[in-house]
């Protein structure tokens, strides 16, 4: 079966999964499939950062993922990061099954602002959007609107849209075309 599964690390806030659903049904020719929410791997805890190694939930979801699975998406609230970076919103395999999307850096809390529900389901769309962009062979966008282009900070994943621009979208399209509607 060709499905995109949504896989929950630790605790989530309510309405992601539904954001990221709704998402994912106006982009992708794929149903969704929710998982069971799967623990943070201990292992990927960086003491000395305070941060989560994005490496470690990527090995965990390629482990838990169903053989059938056609696209695993992880969503977690912890801080990621790889050992060059200072964080990740996200990382996915390029032209592969598996993607990771942290809301921990799309949340006004983490800036030190009043919580704001909508703002961080846009922010999530967003990064969904470009992770799983990925993995169906996209690559960075110099359209700063589009859900494609390059975010290392948080003013620029809110200069996006929730959308692919013209460009990727057509490639999108054309690589589900491709594939015989999947
Ligand atoms: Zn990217
Ligand atoms: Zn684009």
């Known amino acids: 079966m060709s499905e995109l599964c949504l896989v929950p690390i630790g605790s989530l806030p309510p309405r992601a999964l539904e954001w990221i659903e709704n998402a994912a049904a106006e982009w992708f020719p794929l149903p969704t499939r929710r998982l069971p929410a799967i623990a943070i791997p201990d292992r990927a805890y960086d003491a000395k950062r305070g941060q989560y190694q994005s490496v470690e939930f990527m090995k ?16 977690t609230n912890v801080d990621l990061s790889i050992p060059m970076l200072s964080f990740l919103f996200g990382q996915a395999q390029f032209e592969g099954p598996i993607a990771v999307v942290s809301l921990c850096r799309l949340h006004q809390e983490f800036y030190g602002l009043p919580a704001q529900e909508a703002l961080l389901r846009e922010r999530t769309v967003k990064e969904v959007l470009h992770e799983l962009g990925h993995t169906f062979g996209l690559v960075h966008c110099a359209d ?6 390059l975010a290392t900070h948080i ?4 200069s996006k849209t929730e959308k692919y ?12 075309a491709r594939n015989g509607g999947v």
Not at 165 to 176: S, Y
């Open 60 to 75: 965990t979801l390629a482990q838990c993922a169903p053989r059938d699975a056609f696209r695993v998406l992880g969503i």
């Open 144 to 149: 700063s609107t589009c859900a494609m282009s």
């Open 155 to 158: 003013e620029l994943v809110d």
């Open 165 to 176: 621009c013209a460009r990727c979208g057509t490639q999108l399209a054309q690589r589900f």
